[in-house]
């Protein structure tokens, strides 16, 4: 049974709970949800039927997680942060405006042959590799764009299911500083976030730079 969208640090404590006759283990089987793979045999991304007690059937839709609408200021920080991001790359891309306009910034810029490792695989990502911008040679994991978890759209999940070039890894793995360096010029594209008390102060010095 896939683990689909998820192989955070919960996973280890399934397969725990599975072995445990002390304890009960639920699992929900939902084929709305995309059958994703891992790296076996070290990581499967997949539960045994024998681990589960309980079965549970549903046909629930998955959380969609849409692409955040995107602000002036989201693409003026965008293009300046674009040329920092090398043909060759490898990318880690996190939630928010300017993640998502970088993504697709990469999409229509010139630049190519970008790897992906990431803790969470975004709608973003999946337009990059339908642009034909990925191939991953990294230097770890050749080939595969790594994640610990996918949000976003319905067509993002759709997209991921048995998609053999995608693999979900443990959050210890995608996260750890050691496998992280191995990859081939690593870049890490996330959002810092403002407290609103010092969101016009900022927004202010930022026009300013600007003029």
């Excluded at 969208?5 to 006759?21: C, F, K, M």
């Excluded at 639920?26 to 991304?45: K, R, S, W, Y």
């Excluded at 969470?120 to 040679?137: D, P, Q, S």
């Amino acid at each position: 049974m896939s683990l689909s969208l998820h192989a955070g640090a919960s996973v280890d404590e399934l397969h725990r709970a599975g072995r445990d006759p002390e304890r009960l283990l639920i699992v929900e089987v939902n084929p709305a949800l995309p059958q994703t793979l891992g790296i076996p045999p070290e990581f499967p991304h997949t539960l045994c039927i024998e681990e589960a007690d309980v079965i549970v059937e549903s046909d629930r839709a998955p959380f969609v997680l849409a692409d955040p609408p995107s602000t002036p200021l989201d693409r003026a920080i965008a293009g300046y942060a674009l040329p920092y991001i090398e043909s060759g790359a490898t990318i880690q891309i996190g939630i928010g405006g300017v993640p998502g306009e970088l993504a697709d910034l990469l999409v229509e810029n010139s630049g190519s042959d970008y790897g992906i490792h990431t803790k969470m695989f975004t709608t973003g990502l999946m337009r990059l590799h339908e642009a034909g911008k990925v191939t991953n040679r990294k230097g770890i994991h050749d080939g595969l764009s790594i994640t610990t978890f996918a949000a976003g759209t319905r067509e993002l999940y759709d997209w991921l299911d048995g998609r053999e070039e995608v693999r979900f890894l443990p959050v210890d793995q995608v996260n750890s500083p050691a496998i992280i360096s191995r990859n081939r010029k690593f870049v890490s594209i996330n959002s810092a976030l403002a407290h609103p008390d010092f969101r016009d102060e900022l927004r202010a010095a930022w026009e300013q730079i600007g003029d």
